[in-house]
């Protein structure tokens, strides 16, 4: 069984900044990306930022140069760094991971952290 768990969301002004963490556990033999989606209400999940274990990485043309994703692979968690944060990045921040567990491909998500931008 493989589990994401996240934290760090809240509630922060406009031009604040936040670091969402996302950790999986279980039995992992391998993770081969992790990333960031969200979804606002009304609106359709999309992807935020993503990485592999390569390196590569994605983002949002949205959140260029503001969000920063990174990984710590000893701890099989992922963070997103918000900075410059605007009240459009309001959303339920969900991770998302593709890994290998018991000889299979899995892509489990967490169960969201809420992120609210507002003064």
């Known amino acids: 069984q493989v589990q994401l768990v996240e934290s760090g969301g809240g509630l922060v002004q406009p031009g604040g900044s936040l670091r969402l963490s996302c950790a999986a556990s279980g039995s992992i033999f391998s993770i081969y990306a992790m990333g960031w989606y969200r979804q606002a209400p009304g609106k359709q999940r999309e992807l935020v930022a993503a990485?592999?274990?390569?390196?590569?990485?994605t983002y949002a043309d949205s959140v260029k140069g503001r969000f920063t994703i990174s990984m710590d692979n000893a701890k099989n968690t992922v963070h997103l760094q918000m900075n410059s944060l605007k009240p459009e990045d309001t959303a339920v921040y969900y991770c998302n991971a593709e890994l290998r567990s018991s000889g299979s491909i899995y892509y489990p998500w967490g169960q969201g952290t809420q992120v609210t931008v507002s003064s």
């Open positions: 990485l592999t274990s390569g390196g590569r990485t």
